[in-house]
């Protein structure tokens, strides 16, 4: 194909991803008041599925935290615009992603034409698991990490003639940045696994730092969650660790893998 023939391929592509894109943020945006009710504000109140669910453990706050009272933050609006860009803003976030592995195989399709057999499974590999991590780091994300921060902070009491008020966009603002952190981080063991083709890392170097590197995820893991209990603590820290155990696997002979699959490729293209 010709330059121009590429630049015509790739402008059906963005038709087709902004078409599907406009489609879905249009369903989103009239689903929204149901959505925003029963899924974006289901931590503000004890209903929530996790709340409901560690009442059930009957904890002591020493390190189950305890969550036998009742429990219902009112979420206020400062801003006369505030509802409607909220609306708005949300619905093409949902949007996005819902359509995120509609992009990603769009994407793949435009360019698996120009890669080699090894690159293709490469890359293939990558956006295979890489999709459903992301999904699971954003559930993690609002099951967990989102509920145990909101509900400590939002209770937190620095004196007693303080009154906690959140508002709608600081409640947003702080939902959709752990969903979306708590995604980008589960995608960790891919980057590693991407780092390590390049030789940049091994996994005996992970290994190495092994010691290390759990202190830091137990400070992240604090820092994610700024509660008091143990409990809270490890629910974070513990997938953290899991994925930092999954980069050690995914790392193992990476270079030398992608050395062998380029000289395939070299001895193929020649032939």
Known sequence: MSFWSHLEALRWVLVRVVLIYLVVVGCCF???PHIFNQVILGPTTSDFILYRWLNGLHGDGTFFPDFGQEFKINIINVKLASQFMTHISTSFFLGLLIIFPYLVCELW?????????????SVFALMTFG???FYLGCGVGYFIVFPFTFRFLAMYE???????????????DNFLMLVFVMG???????VAWILSRMGL?????????????????LV?????????????????FVPLYLLYEFSVILTRGGKKKQEEETD???????S
Do not use: C, W
């Not at 435009?110 to 499974?121: D, I, S």
């Open 30 to 32: 009239a689903a929204m």
């Open 109 to 121: 399709m435009f360019v698996r034409p120009a890669l080699y057999a090894g690159e293709r499974k």
């Open 131 to 133: 999709v459903p991590m």
């Open 158 to 172: 620095l004196g007693g003639e303080v009154t906690n008020l959140i508002s709608l966009s600081s409640y947003m």
């Open 184 to 190: 980008v981080v589960f995608e960790l063991p891919f």
């Open 201 to 217: 890392i091994t996994s005996q170097l992970l290994r190495k730092v092994r010691k290390h590197a759990v202190v830091v995820l």
């Open 220 to 236: 992240l893991a604090a820092i994610i969650t700024p509660t008091g209990d143990p409990f809270t603590l490890m629910t974070v």
């Open 264 to 270: 395939e490729d070299l001895a193929l293209a020649e």
